[in-house]
């Protein structure tokens, strides 16, 4: 059974850190690029990074570059996002997604989120 | 960034009815697009990739159509368990952006 499980939420002061884990089993975790999605209190979703299959790769959206940084560890079956600088705005859940990337007889690659955990809640509060 | 821009924000409608979502792209992403489904206090859960291709094990209900900038999500004859919130999401380029969201609610 596939399984993606999020850790490391909690409570933290403006300005600090947070390091979140997705923690995967029940597939191939090396095969597939990874996504961090998260959704503040009552609102939408919103995309926050990737990372490639062997982490060399990474895209970000603007509102976190240069304070997030996703990663992951192959050997340990785990997607990372470091959280630096945190601001009020990025209290949300943060959800951990695979990348089930699917491919057209033209070799043009759609991103598909076929699996997630269940999140985990990071407030961001003094 | 693309912006994505849903309608409507939301909808009333009965089990039985055929609902259509509407997804605006603010430029052409060809086929790029994805639609999820999100009931309250759970993730999101993938229902079409690449505008049209229906995901392993979404019910065949659910359909997807668009290319360039319009696309819809269309549920034939909504069941009792399709009551949730509906997302698209562009992949065309980074950052990928979602739609605001369209709640689906019970007439």
């Known amino acids: 059974e596939v399984q993606l499980v999020e850790s490391g939420g909690g409570l933290v002061q403006p300005g600090g850190s947070l390091r979140l884990s997705c923690a995967t089993s029940?597939?191939?975790?090396?095969?597939?690029?990874m996504t961090w999605v998260r959704q503040a209190p009552g609102k939408g979703l919103e995309w926050v990074a990737n990372i490639n299959r062997d982490g060399s790769q990474s895209h970000y959206v603007d509102s976190v570059k240069g304070r997030f940084t996703i990663s992951r560890d192959n050997a340990q079956n785990s997607l990372y996002l470091q959280m630096n600088s945190l601001r009020a705005e990025d209290t949300a859940v943060y959800y951990c997604a695979r990348d089930e990337t699917h491919s057209d007889s033209s070799g043009h690659y759609f991103d598909a989120f076929d699996m997630w955990g269940q999140g985990t809640t990071i407030t961001v509060s003094s | 960034a693309i912006q994505m821009t849903q309608f409507p924000s939301s909808l009333s409608a009965s089990v039985g009815d055929r609902v259509t979502i509407t997804c605006r792209a603010s430029?052409?992403?060809?086929?790029?697009l994805g639609w999820y489904q999100q009931r309250p206090g759970k993730a999101p859960k993938l229902l079409i990739y690449?505008?049209?291709s229906l995901q392993s094990g979404v019910p065949s209900r659910f359909s997807g159509s668009g290319s360039g900038t319009d696309f819809t999500l269309t549920i034939s004859s909504l069941q009792p368990e399709d009551f949730a919130t509906y997302y698209c999401?562009?992949?065309?380029?980074?950052?990928?952006?979602f739609g605001q969201g369209t709640k689906l609610e019970s007439k």
């Open positions: 430029q052409g992403i060809r086929n790029d």
């Open positions: 999401l562009q992949d065309y380029n980074y950052p990928r952006t």
């Open positions: 029940g597939f191939t975790f090396s095969g597939y690029w």
């Open positions: 690449a505008a049209s």
